[in-house]
Protein backbone atom coordinates (compact mmCIF):
# COMPACT_ATOMS: atom_id res chain seq x y z
CA UNK A 1 0.00 0.00 0.00
CA UNK A 2 1.42 3.04 -1.17
CA UNK A 3 -1.29 5.30 1.54
CA UNK A 4 -1.32 9.24 0.32
CA UNK A 5 0.48 9.97 -2.58
CA UNK A 6 0.94 13.69 -3.49
CA UNK A 7 1.84 15.02 -7.07
CA UNK A 8 4.20 17.04 -7.67
CA UNK A 9 6.37 17.38 -4.43
CA UNK A 10 7.93 20.75 -5.43
CA UNK A 11 6.42 23.88 -7.52
CA UNK A 12 7.22 27.43 -8.07
CA UNK A 13 5.18 29.44 -9.80
CA UNK A 14 4.68 32.23 -11.17
CA UNK A 15 1.59 35.39 -9.79
CA UNK A 16 -1.13 34.77 -11.94
CA UNK A 17 -0.63 31.07 -12.97
CA UNK A 18 -2.78 28.03 -12.16
CA UNK A 19 -1.63 24.56 -11.60
CA UNK A 20 -3.37 21.09 -9.59
CA UNK A 21 -2.36 19.36 -7.27
CA UNK A 22 -2.65 15.71 -7.28
CA UNK A 23 -3.66 13.45 -4.35
CA UNK A 24 -4.80 9.77 -4.19
CA UNK A 25 -5.18 7.15 -1.70
CA UNK A 26 -5.15 3.62 -1.89
CA UNK A 27 -6.93 2.99 1.44
CA UNK A 28 -10.55 2.85 0.30
CA UNK A 29 -11.36 5.73 2.26
CA UNK A 30 -14.11 7.96 1.95
CA UNK A 31 -13.07 10.85 3.61
CA UNK A 32 -10.46 13.15 2.20
CA UNK A 33 -8.94 16.53 3.37
CA UNK A 34 -6.28 19.39 1.77
CA UNK A 35 -4.62 21.81 4.17
CA UNK A 36 -2.30 24.14 4.02
CA UNK A 37 0.41 24.86 6.90
CA UNK A 38 2.30 27.81 6.87
CA UNK A 39 5.53 28.42 9.06
CA UNK A 40 4.24 29.26 12.95
CA UNK A 41 0.66 28.47 11.67
CA UNK A 42 0.12 24.78 11.75
CA UNK A 43 -2.31 23.27 9.59
CA UNK A 44 -5.16 24.60 8.43
CA UNK A 45 -8.05 23.09 6.34
CA UNK A 46 -8.82 23.88 3.32
CA UNK A 47 -11.34 21.81 1.35
CA UNK A 48 -12.49 18.28 2.33
CA UNK A 49 -14.66 15.89 1.48
CA UNK A 50 -17.09 13.21 2.76
CA UNK A 51 -17.73 10.95 0.06
CA UNK A 52 -17.06 11.07 -3.43
CA UNK A 53 -19.36 13.58 -5.56
CA UNK A 54 -19.52 15.74 -2.17
CA UNK A 55 -17.11 18.78 -1.40
CA UNK A 56 -16.94 21.35 1.78
CA UNK A 57 -15.13 24.78 2.63
CA UNK A 58 -13.16 24.45 5.08
CA UNK A 59 -11.59 27.13 7.16
CA UNK A 60 -9.58 28.97 4.52
CA UNK A 61 -11.11 28.23 1.52
CA UNK A 62 -10.34 31.01 -0.72
CA UNK A 63 -8.19 31.53 -3.72
CA UNK A 64 -9.00 27.46 -3.96
CA UNK A 65 -10.99 25.12 -6.09
CA UNK A 66 -10.97 21.22 -5.37
CA UNK A 67 -12.26 18.06 -7.54
CA UNK A 68 -13.12 15.14 -5.86
CA UNK A 69 -12.60 12.98 -9.07
CA UNK A 70 -13.57 9.67 -7.34
CA UNK A 71 -13.25 7.57 -4.37
CA UNK A 72 -9.17 7.77 -4.77
CA UNK A 73 -8.24 11.49 -5.93
CA UNK A 74 -9.09 14.27 -4.50
CA UNK A 75 -7.60 17.24 -6.47
CA UNK A 76 -6.63 21.36 -5.50
CA UNK A 77 -6.30 24.18 -7.71
CA UNK A 78 -5.29 27.40 -7.87
CA UNK A 79 -6.72 29.75 -10.85
CA UNK A 80 -4.22 32.37 -10.09
CA UNK A 81 -2.02 31.90 -7.53
CA UNK A 82 -0.55 34.80 -5.64
CA UNK A 83 2.73 35.04 -3.14
CA UNK A 84 0.42 34.29 -0.11
CA UNK A 85 -0.32 30.63 -1.51
CA UNK A 86 2.90 30.10 -0.71
CA UNK A 87 2.52 27.15 1.60
CA UNK A 88 3.49 23.57 2.31
CA UNK A 89 -0.01 21.23 1.10
CA UNK A 90 -0.51 18.39 2.90
CA UNK A 91 -3.43 16.00 1.56
CA UNK A 92 -4.98 13.29 3.45
CA UNK A 93 -7.89 10.81 4.26
CA UNK A 94 -9.85 9.08 6.73
CA UNK A 95 -11.85 6.57 7.46
CA UNK A 96 -14.44 5.76 10.54
CA UNK A 97 -14.73 2.03 11.67
CA UNK A 98 -11.42 0.97 9.93
CA UNK A 99 -8.00 0.68 11.84
CA UNK A 100 -7.72 3.71 14.56
CA UNK A 101 -10.89 5.27 13.32
CA UNK A 102 -10.07 8.54 13.95
CA UNK A 103 -6.85 8.76 12.49
CA UNK A 104 -5.91 10.87 9.33
CA UNK A 105 -3.10 9.43 7.09
CA UNK A 106 -1.57 12.47 5.87
CA UNK A 107 0.51 12.71 2.31
CA UNK A 108 4.19 13.66 2.29
CA UNK A 109 3.39 17.20 1.34
CA UNK A 110 3.80 19.49 -1.40
CA UNK A 111 5.98 22.76 -1.44
CA UNK A 112 4.82 25.52 -3.41
CA UNK A 113 6.31 28.71 -3.68
CA UNK A 114 4.99 31.64 -5.89
CA UNK A 115 6.99 33.85 -6.80
CA UNK B 1 -10.30 33.71 19.81
CA UNK B 2 -7.46 30.52 19.16
CA UNK B 3 -9.26 27.43 19.27
CA UNK B 4 -5.97 25.74 20.28
CA UNK B 5 -3.40 26.92 21.65
CA UNK B 6 0.07 25.69 22.82
CA UNK B 7 2.32 27.77 24.48
CA UNK B 8 5.23 26.34 24.51
CA UNK B 9 7.91 27.31 21.31
CA UNK B 10 10.36 24.80 22.28
CA UNK B 11 11.29 22.17 24.95
CA UNK B 12 14.33 20.51 25.63
CA UNK B 13 14.54 16.95 27.27
CA UNK B 14 16.99 14.06 28.39
CA UNK B 15 16.88 10.80 26.60
CA UNK B 16 14.97 8.37 28.39
CA UNK B 17 12.97 11.16 30.74
CA UNK B 18 9.62 11.87 30.43
CA UNK B 19 8.33 15.08 28.85
CA UNK B 20 4.82 16.90 29.17
CA UNK B 21 3.43 18.86 26.20
CA UNK B 22 0.82 21.50 26.77
CA UNK B 23 -2.69 21.62 24.98
CA UNK B 24 -5.25 23.67 26.08
CA UNK B 25 -8.60 24.47 23.74
CA UNK B 26 -11.79 26.19 23.39
CA UNK B 27 -15.37 24.85 22.26
CA UNK B 28 -18.70 25.46 23.64
CA UNK B 29 -19.49 22.02 21.74
CA UNK B 30 -20.19 19.01 24.39
CA UNK B 31 -18.70 16.85 21.94
CA UNK B 32 -15.35 17.17 20.21
CA UNK B 33 -12.41 15.05 19.75
CA UNK B 34 -8.59 15.93 20.89
CA UNK B 35 -5.54 14.76 18.58
CA UNK B 36 -2.00 15.00 18.72
CA UNK B 37 0.31 14.76 15.36
CA UNK B 38 4.14 14.42 15.70
CA UNK B 39 5.98 16.38 12.81
CA UNK B 40 9.54 15.43 11.78
CA UNK B 41 11.75 16.76 10.22
CA UNK B 42 11.17 14.67 7.15
CA UNK B 43 7.66 16.74 6.92
CA UNK B 44 5.31 13.66 7.45
CA UNK B 45 2.52 14.07 9.83
CA UNK B 46 1.97 11.10 11.94
CA UNK B 47 -1.17 10.45 14.15
CA UNK B 48 -0.05 10.09 17.79
CA UNK B 49 -2.84 9.64 20.09
CA UNK B 50 -7.05 10.27 20.25
CA UNK B 51 -9.16 11.35 23.11
CA UNK B 52 -13.16 11.64 22.92
CA UNK B 53 -14.55 14.36 24.86
CA UNK B 54 -16.93 11.22 26.65
CA UNK B 55 -14.11 9.35 27.18
CA UNK B 56 -13.91 8.21 30.66
CA UNK B 57 -10.43 7.04 30.67
CA UNK B 58 -7.40 8.59 29.36
CA UNK B 59 -5.93 8.07 26.41
CA UNK B 60 -2.89 5.71 25.98
CA UNK B 61 -0.91 4.13 22.86
CA UNK B 62 2.26 2.54 23.66
CA UNK B 63 4.62 5.22 25.17
CA UNK B 64 2.35 8.14 25.02
CA UNK B 65 -0.60 9.25 27.07
CA UNK B 66 -3.32 12.17 26.84
CA UNK B 67 -3.52 13.36 30.59
CA UNK B 68 -7.09 15.15 29.63
CA UNK B 69 -9.01 17.58 32.31
CA UNK B 70 -12.15 18.15 30.41
CA UNK B 71 -12.69 21.22 33.41
CA UNK B 72 -9.51 23.08 32.51
CA UNK B 73 -10.32 22.43 28.81
CA UNK B 74 -6.31 21.06 28.59
CA UNK B 75 -5.03 17.80 26.64
CA UNK B 76 -1.59 17.78 27.42
CA UNK B 77 0.42 15.06 25.76
CA UNK B 78 2.91 12.88 27.69
CA UNK B 79 5.84 11.33 26.30
CA UNK B 80 7.52 8.59 28.61
CA UNK B 81 11.09 7.51 28.25
CA UNK B 82 12.11 9.89 25.63
CA UNK B 83 14.02 8.79 22.76
CA UNK B 84 16.04 10.31 20.32
CA UNK B 85 13.33 9.44 17.54
CA UNK B 86 11.13 11.76 19.26
CA UNK B 87 12.72 14.85 18.36
CA UNK B 88 10.22 16.54 15.96
CA UNK B 89 7.08 18.92 16.36
CA UNK B 90 4.19 18.18 17.84
CA UNK B 91 0.52 19.39 17.09
CA UNK B 92 -2.81 19.44 18.98
CA UNK B 93 -5.92 19.89 17.27
CA UNK B 94 -9.58 19.27 17.59
CA UNK B 95 -12.63 18.36 16.35
CA UNK B 96 -15.32 20.22 17.63
CA UNK B 97 -19.27 18.78 17.67
CA UNK B 98 -20.01 15.43 15.69
CA UNK B 99 -17.58 13.91 12.85
CA UNK B 100 -19.81 15.25 9.86
CA UNK B 101 -20.57 12.11 7.31
CA UNK B 102 -17.52 10.86 8.22
CA UNK B 103 -15.20 13.58 7.79
CA UNK B 104 -13.52 15.21 10.90
CA UNK B 105 -12.74 19.00 10.44
CA UNK B 106 -9.65 19.32 11.91
CA UNK B 107 -8.20 22.82 13.88
CA UNK B 108 -5.01 22.54 14.70
CA UNK B 109 -2.43 24.73 17.20
CA UNK B 110 0.92 26.42 16.02
CA UNK B 111 2.86 23.33 17.60
CA UNK B 112 5.76 23.11 19.75
CA UNK B 113 9.42 21.78 18.85
CA UNK B 114 10.43 18.68 21.23
CA UNK B 115 14.55 18.41 21.29
CA UNK B 116 15.56 14.98 22.93
CA UNK B 117 19.01 15.13 23.81
CA UNK B 118 21.50 11.97 24.62
Known amino acids: NAGVTQTPKFQVLKTGQSMTLQCAQD?????MYWYRQDPGMGLRLIYY???????DKGEVPNGYNVSRLNKREFSLRLESAAPSQTSVYFC??????????????FGPGTRLTVT | AQKITQTQPGMFVQEKEAVTLDCTYD???????LFWYKQPSSGEMIFLIY??????QNATEGRYSLNFQKARKSANLVISASQLGDSAMYFC???????????????FGKGMKLTVNP
Open chain 1, 92 to 105: ASSEPGTGRPYEQY
Open chain 1, 27 to 31: MNHNS
Open chain 1, 49 to 55: SASEGTT
Open chain 2, 27 to 33: TSDQSYG
Open chain 2, 51 to 56: QGSYDE
Open chain 2, 93 to 107: AMREGLTQGGSEKLV
